[in-house]
């Protein structure tokens, strides 16, 4: 299958890509190299934003797996405007010139985010009517709904609602939760729990690829929760705590507070499991133990480096 990939060399690409090409596919990555490339030489990348994708990269593509985006709530707070026009209106714009370039499949990097606020007892499923309160999250049910106004028999639109991922990258992360609370308790021996009571849907790097993988095949099309399963704030702290005790590093001393956030949503994995055939394999505890041997082998231990931190090469990009 021939695969364009848009965000192919960040924190998913980095690690889906390899997998790809392994199976077989033929894979050509377009990516604005903002947090450089780990990729292999041997793939393809063509530095540039999706506004400037022709039709001859897209021409003779069977599918488009759409990473490309502000990947966050702080870097869509830093700029509003620019975090609408790359997330919702250049997803909109590149799935119209995928379609009218007969890519038969275009699968989206979308997120739970769009669940917004939510009660603690509703388990967020697909076919609900979201609304989420906070730029991000509106700049990715906005792009959602113009990937739907396009779906037709001959266009298939897979999107794949991801929980917050954790996880080893090539091109590594530390500002999303789990990452982070690993990293700060190796740096602090001390982890901090904020937001206790809320709830976030978790997901490894892992099980994202699986899903992504599956999401290539020829049926179904539509929207999936992709998740492990959903914790609290305070569990999840208390579950990274315990694995890095197991992967023997000291026990980190769990300081719990609870301050309001406006951002709770907890979501079901069920019609993924059901219609795609996702079943994740990995839990916190695995994600935890991946990225402390990695960082033991010395491959993401650099925790002050910028280029883990999304808004800080934002601001860099800014200067």
């Not at 939760?177 to 997901?203: D, E, F, H």
Request: hydrophobic share 40%; charged share 25%; glycine share 8%.
């Amino acid at each position: 299958m021939k695969i364009l990939v848009t965000g192919g060399a960040g924190y998913i690409g980095s690690v889906l890509v390899p997998e790809l090409v392994k199976e077989g596919h033929e894979v050509k990555v377009v990516d604005l190299l903002w947090f450089g490339n780990k990729l292999s030489p041997d793939v393809e990348v063509i530095q540039k934003g999706i506004q400037d994708i022709k039709e001859k990269e897209l021409r003779g593509t069977d599918a488009v797996i759409h990473l490309a985006g502000l990947t966050n709530d702080p870097m869509a707070e830093y700029n509003p405007l620019q975090n609408y026009v790359i997330n919702a209106a250049q997803t909109a714009y590149l799935a119209q010139k995928a379609k009218e370039c007969k890519v038969e499949r275009f699968i989206y990097a979308s997120t739970c985010s769009v669940y917004g606020f939510t009660g603690a007892d509703k388990f967020s499923v697909e076919d609900d009517n979201p609304s989420p309160q906070f730029p991000y999250g509106i700049s990715k049910l906005m792009a959602e709904r113009s990937l739907l106004a396009l779906t037709d028999i001959y266009f298939g639109v897979v999107i794949l609602r991801k929980g917050t991922v954790g996880g080893y990258s090539p091109r590594m992360r530390y500002d999303l939760v789990v990452n982070t609370m690993v990293k700060s308790a190796l740096k602090t021996g001390k982890l901090v729990v904020r937001t206790a009571s809320l709830w976030r849907p978790i997901v490894d790097i892992q099980d994202v690829c699986e899903a992504y993988k599956l999401a290539l095949k020829e049926e179904p099309w539509g929207i999936f929760n992709i998740i492990e399963r959903n914790y609290t704030i305070k569990e999840l702290g208390l579950t990274i705590a315990n694995a890095m005790e197991e992967a023997g590093k000291t026990k980190p001393f769990v300081e719990i507070y609870e301050n309001l956030d406006l951002r709770n949503y907890k979501a079901s994995g069920q019609k993924a499991k059901d219609y795609l055939g996702f079943s994740p394999e990995f839990t916190v505890k695995d994600t935890v133990k991946e990225l402390i041997e990695r960082i033991d082998e010395g491959e993401c231990g650099d925790f002050d480096n910028p280029n883990y931190y999304n808004i800080e090469i934002m601001k860099k990009l800014d200067e």
